[in-house]
């Protein structure tokens, strides 16, 4: 979108989660959803969009890994695991409320278990996959 001269896009583009910006503001503790990325496809994507889109989720888990670890030294900063093992390409909305289901009975768990008592994140946001241990 542009408004007077300036071209605007999602942050997304710049930062998927903005953990600098919060830290920066002053933010004492940061708490982040992160969407994670599939890690159990059946197999490897096929066509070029879900290569590059598979390419980017990573980039995105590559750089959140990565701003936690800056951000660690200067507030706490709590990363909700992501829903692991997920089959499921980041553009196939067929799954959405099952997905969500997970996230809020996962997420629900993790509270509930105190992790916002330990800052950090899961090894789940760590590039992997769970291909070898099916087979």
């Given amino acids: 979108m542009r408004i007077g001269i300036h071209d605007l896009m999602d942050g997304g583009i710049a930062s998927n989660t903005p953990i600098h910006a919060a830290v920066d ?13 599939t890690c159990a496809a059946p197999h490897p994507p096929h066509d070029v969009l879900a290569i590059a889109l598979h390419a980017l989720n990573l980039l ?24 692991c093992p997920l089959d499921v390409s980041s553009y196939d909305f067929t799954r959405t409320a099952e997905l969500m289901g997970r996230a809020r009975e996962s997420t629900g768990a993790w509270l509930d278990g105190g992790g916002l008592t330990r800052p950090g994140l899961s090894a789940g946001l760590i590039p992997h996959d769970h291909r070898e241990a099916a087979s």
């Fill in 25 to 37: 503001a002053g933010a004492g503790r940061v708490i982040v959803l992160p969407t994670g990325f």
């Fill in 60 to 83: 995105i888990a590559h750089q959140l890994v990565r701003d936690v670890a800056w951000a660690a030294s200067r507030t706490e900063v709590f990363v909700v695991p992501s829903l």
